[in-house]
């Protein structure tokens, strides 16, 4: 049984920029933390328009760091050179914190990493296709720290941010 072109599974190769909006929801407050992020991912073309793939990054924020690691779907909405596309990316994300001072007893742990997002796709040769997007991002993340008497708490705390990206893809 032999396969047509459109069947057989393509590599790509994506690097994406983002700028950050939102920030932080803490004790029912929500603290303004923008940023920026970069991301590389790679998978295959497993159909005409559907990419599935594995990717990591790094998110930088005012006061926090975050490397996600995720798997990617993306789905083309039309089988066209130009076409908008929707995207999902679910994973694990690790958090630093880059604070100008130290603490003592304070630790910042990652957690669930999703984005979701609409996109266009413009193909500029049969290789490379630049990608406009906006999206949606959720980071968990949890705080742990002790006080004066040793009693140990734990904060979960949660990111929520819109994303405008700009990237590249190599078929």
């Known amino acids: 049984m ?10 790509y190769f994506k690097i ?14 929500f603290l303004y933390n923008p940023g920026y992020t970069i991301q590389l991912s790679h998978g295959y073309n ?11 990054g790094f998110i930088n924020l ?12 993306t789905g083309d909405k039309k089988k066209k050179s130009n076409t908008p596309f929707i995207k999902f990316q679910g994973g694990y994300s690790f958090a630093f914190d880059k604070s100008a001072i130290e603490l003592k007893n304070y630790d910042l ?5 999703v984005n979701m997002g609409l996109g266009h796709r413009i193909e ?13 991002c959720h980071q968990a993340s949890k705080m742990e720290y002790q ?6 708490y734990t904060q979960a705390m949660n990111y929520d941010y819109i994303m405008l990206s700009v990237g590249l893809i190599i078929l």
């Open 2 to 11: 032999s396969q047509s072109d459109e069947d057989t599974f393509n590599k």
């Open 16 to 29: 994406n920029s983002s700028y950050v909006f939102g920030g932080q929801i803490y004790n029912d407050d």
């Open 46 to 56: 497993v159909s005409k328009g559907i990419f599935l793939g594995l990717g990591s």
């Open 62 to 73: 005012k006061d926090h760091q975050f490397v996600p690691v995720f798997i990617e779907i």
């Open 109 to 113: 742990s990652g957690g669930i990493y």
């Open 124 to 136: 500029l040769n049969d290789s490379f296709s630049l990608l406009f997007e906006c999206s949606y």
């Open 147 to 152: 006080l004066f008497n040793d009693n140990n």
